[in-house]
């Protein structure tokens, strides 16, 4: 049977329409604290209580209740004192604040942040450039500067990439044997969730966190526990200033906010400080190499349209940047999940 001929075309292009709206009840049931108190009532509650706890309309809340029953976030049971509503295990483990895999604080950056750059998509389009300009009224010059406007925008940015290593940062550290690596610098390493996913896989190791001042006070106020000793930190912009002596340099979502020319500036400074022997780890979502997808990583590319001056890449064209740095012996492996590692030697 012809695939084509299967799909129901109406039906894809409203599913598609619907995405927006979809994305936007996920968001909004987190920011109200609907699956914390669910989680930590005990028990099912109705859509009366839910709305009393959390301060909201009654009408509001069931539609919201049950927008979230049909996105399988939520589960119902009808009784005779009405309906009551519980988590489903995927909500208790990525949509509750008090979960170690909790995704709520990058979802909150996407709800509040990201999607108020999306909303000049078509603007993006057609300047060729990021769109913090008509969102936040900040020049578009310097992404992080805008990305790091207060320290509001710091903790909320910071907790959510913290969010995402919590469930892919094992996969992408696993996929090369590290353990040689004795010293490493996580290169723009932020609230330090790899680092310390690092040190907890490579225990013989020792990871420097290499970010602007203000994150690293961040970081080490709100992140990184002071106990933990394996991790240390060095203040610095890594375009501008100099980059600390290490075997093995990890560049996690790095690359992906420049353009050619400020990846290839940025990886020659990487090669020069790196120790003989030593390597660079690049995690970053890889485009199949026609760029016909995975549609996950074309959507990232669009983000960073709207968001920085960079865009996602294919492993060759990463590759092609190692090499052109002096890495040799560069090695791709794919992890199957959101993120990607790429492993070149010095």
């Known amino acids: 049977m012809n695939s084509t001929e299967d799909l129901d075309y109406p039906q894809v292009i409203l599913q598609y329409n619907s995405g927006f709206l979809v994305s ?37 809340m069931e539609r919201l209740l049950d927008a979230c029953v049909g996105l399988k976030l939520l589960a119902v049971e009808l009784t005779q004192e009405g309906a009551l509503y519980r988590n489903t295990e995927i909500s208790n483990i990525y949509l ?24 000049y998509l078509a603007d993006a389009v057609r300047e060729g450039r990021n769109q913090y300009e008509r969102a936040f009224g900040i020049l578009s010059k310097d992404p992080f500067g805008a990305m790091y406007r207060s320290e509001e925008e710091m903790l909320k940015f910071m907790a959510g990439q913290n969010s995402v290593w919590s469930i892919c940062g094992r996969d992408v550290l696993a996929a090369f044997d590290l353990s040689p690596f004795r010293q490493i610098c996580d290169l723009g390493g932020g609230g330090g969730a790899l680092a310390r996913e690092c040190v907890s896989l490579y225990p013989n190791s020792m990871v420097t966190i290499y970010d602007l001042p203000k994150v690293v006070q961040l970081a080490k ?6 106990e933990e000793h394996r991790i240390a930190f060095h203040e610095g912009d890594f375009f501008n200033d100099s980059i600390p002596e290490a075997e093995l340099y990890i560049l996690s979502k790095i690359l992906h906010d420049w353009d050619d ?9 990487v090669y ?13 979502s890889l485009l199949n190499e026609d760029k016909s997808g995975p549609l996950e990583t074309q959507l990232y590319s669009m983000n960073m349209l709207v ?28 992890t199957g999940k959101l993120y990607d590692a790429v492993l070149g030697s010095k």
Not at 40 to 51: H, K, Q, R, T, Y
């Open 272 to 284: 020069k400080a790196c120790r003989p022997g030593g390597g660079v780890l690049l995690v970053e």
């Open 221 to 226: 106020e709100r992140f990184v526990p002071p």
């Open 307 to 334: 968001q920085t001056e960079g865009k996602e890449r294919t492993a060759a064209e990463y590759s092609k940047l190692l090499e052109a740095a002096g890495f040799r012996e560069v090695r791709v492996k794919r």
């Open 261 to 269: 020319d400020k990846c290839r500036q940025l990886l020659a400074k």
């Open 96 to 119: 509750t604040k008090s979960s170690p895999k909790s995704q709520y604080h990058i979802m909150m950056y996407y709800s509040n942040t990201v999607y108020l750059c999306w909303h």
């Open 24 to 60: 936007k009840v996920m968001f909004t049931a987190c920011e109200l604290g609907v699956f914390d108190l669910l989680l930590e009532s005990g028990e099912p509650l109705s859509s009366d209580a839910i709305a009393a706890r959390l301060g909201t309309s009654t009408t509001g």
